[in-house]
């Protein structure tokens, strides 16, 4: 797409984002059922049922601006998604604690994205007088913000410090489970 002004960024930007939230629809389901954890699994569904919303938004978007809602590829949420299946592919014989603070990493590349995506989206809308749009774009935006506040508790609060530990000290957690 031939790029002439800040609406053309802007329907290009959204673009890359529609497609963004499609490839992060279809890798949140296989790392939620990767985490070990209870309350990451919990983060990462209620962020799937999140990231629905926010397709539709963008489908919204595209309406407020007379267009079809269509993608194009988003190669940066590839290569972090890419980057992330790496991480599913060392589970195997790999401490379950270990995982969960990769997985989280991951899901947090994931929303560092979205909030510069989405930022630079709304700003764009505001400068172009799209008030509606802008609107819709900061609703998501505060979504992505608050999910990635909420991975970075579950690492803080509990997962990075398990996986400090390593199966050693699980080992000895099983054991005393055990008695």
């Given at each position: 797409?031939?790029l002439?002004?800040?609406?053309?960024?802007?329907?290009d930007?959204?673009?890359?984002l529609?497609?963004?939230?499609?490839?992060?629809?279809?890798?949140?389901?296989?790392?939620?059922?990767?985490?070990?954890?209870?309350?990451?699994?919990?983060?990462?569904?209620?962020?799937?049922?999140?990231t629905?919303?926010?397709?539709?938004?963008?489908?919204k978007?595209?309406?407020?601006?007379?267009?079809?809602?269509?993608?194009?590829?988003?190669?940066?949420?590839q290569?972090?998604?890419?980057?992330?299946k790496?991480?599913?592919?060392?589970?195997?014989g790999?401490?379950?604690?270990?995982?969960?603070?990769?997985?989280?990493?991951?899901?947090?590349?994931?929303e560092?994205?979205?909030?510069?995506?989405?930022?630079?989206?709304r700003?764009?809308?505001?400068?172009?007088?799209?008030?509606?749009?802008?609107?819709?774009?900061?609703?998501?935006?505060?979504?992505?913000?608050?999910?990635n506040?909420?991975?970075?508790?579950?690492?803080?609060?509990?997962?990075?410090?398990?996986?400090?530990n390593?199966?050693a000290?699980?080992?000895?957690e099983?054991?005393?489970?055990?008695?």
């Amino acid at each position: 797409m031939k790029l002439s002004n800040l609406h053309d960024v802007l329907v290009d930007e959204l673009r890359d984002l529609y497609n963004a939230e499609k490839q992060i629809l279809k890798a949140l389901p296989r790392m939620s059922k990767a985490a070990s954890s209870a309350e990451l699994q919990n983060a990462l569904q209620e962020h799937l049922s999140q990231t629905e919303d926010q397709v539709e938004r963008l489908e919204k978007i595209f309406e407020e601006l007379d267009m079809a809602a269509r993608g194009k590829t988003c190669h940066g949420m590839q290569g972090i998604i890419e980057e992330g299946k790496e991480v599913l592919e060392e589970r195997k014989g790999s401490d379950p604690a270990a995982i969960d603070a990769a997985l989280l990493a991951a899901a947090q590349k994931v929303e560092h994205y979205e909030i510069c995506a989405y930022g630079s989206s709304r700003a764009h809308a505001e400068l172009l007088g799209l008030s509606r749009v802008a609107e819709l774009l900061q609703e998501t935006l505060d979504e992505e913000s608050e999910a990635n506040e909420k991975l970075d508790a579950i690492a803080r609060d509990g997962v990075n410090a398990a996986a400090a530990n390593g199966s050693a000290a699980r080992g000895e957690e099983d054991e005393d489970e055990g008695d």
